[in-house]
């Protein structure tokens, strides 16, 4: 050997590819690939992270305590059982590393959040894809391809990238099918935009299910993105576990600050929700309107669409098409959808503008 040489199963990953915001020639564009809220930060959060920046010499909290009792205060949790991560990444990853490792099995379904792929192979677990139904989640078959070997479980709900909803019943039935052995991790990153009679259940089975982690972010809703903050919730020996391999001093003090301030600011999430809610609906008819042309939205819940591109416009020409335009969307092919573009809710202007453009390239070509 002449030089150290990293384990085969690191070497199978494919790097993470963050949404771009540039065009090909270096162009700026407007980042409608990345799932952000385009009405940006509440003004508490903005107030709370100047005021923490006045001491940058310390380390924060290292337990988040504040931020705990925020969060527990808001969903009706122990504050005790609430763990916390740059992003919920990090959870993400340090529960496939507490949980699985070679020759064992993370499961997920196709066209599942690309970091669970990532967080199977950074630890040695073989990934294993379960079938959709139609892009959205089939129960049956991720519980047809539980082995003996499986250890953890992953959902996205609503899912990224396709937007799609598992109702209430289902999540239940999935829980109840699999094995007290295996970690079910349910990654609600979107949750915020449901309205209440959406709600899969997820935290209600993490607070008695020992075997059920819930994960959540700030970087969508709340306008966090920037500052890396994420949260999950689970029985007190998964918590505990996860705390023995998370990064120390993981959520800095103003994102900490800014967190609990988010929380507090439930004006902000409900006028983000509803305009949300407002242009999303607005763009899938839009979008309906062009199916003679071969284009399709894919029913979402979250705070972008995934667009299908079936007919004379492809999904690469419609996001160079939009390039031009000054938008930069999420073309998937390398999560199996060369035919799709993901394109995250906009302000007003920037959705009808979206909309003009898919349609003016459609009716072209």
Not at 137 to 143: I, K
Not at 289 to 310: C, E, Q, W
Request: net charge negative; hydrophobic share 45%; proline share 6%.
């Amino acid at each position: 050997m002449t030089k150290p040489v990293p384990k085969d199963w690191i070497l199978g990953i494919s790097p993470y590819v963050p949404g771009k915001s540039a065009a090909d020639d270096g162009r700026p564009l407007i980042k409608l690939s990345a799932n952000e809220n385009p009405l940006g930060t509440s003004p508490a959060a903005r107030a709370a992270v100047m005021a923490a920046s006045a001491d940058l010499a310390t380390y924060p909290d290292p337990g988040a305590n504040l931020l705990r009792e925020a969060i527990g205060q808001a969903h009706g949790l122990d504050p005790a059982r609430i763990i916390y991560g740059t992003g919920s990444d990090e959870l993400l990853h340090i529960a496939a590393s507490a949980y699985a490792g070679p020759g064992d099995e993370i499961l997920y379904v196709r066209y599942g959040f690309s970091v669970y792929d990532i967080a199977a192979r950074r630890v040695g677990a073989t990934p294993v894809i379960a079938p959709d139904a139609d892009y959205a989640t089939d129960v049956d078959a991720l519980l047809a391809c539980v082995t003996d070997r499986t250890k953890v479980v992953f959902l996205a709900n609503p899912n990224n990238p396709t937007g799609t909803m598992t109702p209430r019943a289902d999540i239940a039935r999935l829980h109840a099918g699999l094995r007290p052995d295996i970690l079910f991790v349910l990654d609600q990153a979107y949750a915020e935009y449901l309205d209440a009679n959406e709600d899969d259940g997820g935290l209600d089975l993490a607070r008695t299910a020992s075997n059920v982690l819930v994960t959540r972010t700030f970087s969508k809703i709340f306008g966090l993105a920037a500052e890396r903050i994420g949260w999950g919730y689970a029985s007190a020996d998964v918590i505990d576990a996860l705390h023995r391999i998370r990064a120390p001093f993981n959520v800095t003090t103003m994102g900490q600050a800014a967190a609990v301030a988010a929380i507090g600011d439930t004006d902000w999430t409900d006028l983000s929700r509803a305009h949300n809610a407002r242009w999303r609906d607005w763009l899938a008819g839009e979008i309906a309107a062009l199916s003679n042309h071969g284009l399709r939205a894919v029913p979402s819940k979250a705070n972008f669409l995934l667009v299908l591109f079936d007919g004379k416009l492809t999904a690469e020409a419609a996001m160079k098409g939009l390039w031009d335009e000054g938008f930069a969307t999420r073309w998937l092919p390398g999560q199996g959808l060369p035919n799709g573009l993901r394109i995250t809710i906009g302000t007003k202007e920037q959705t009808r503008a979206v909309a003009a453009k898919l349609r003016a390239m459609a009716e072209a070509a």
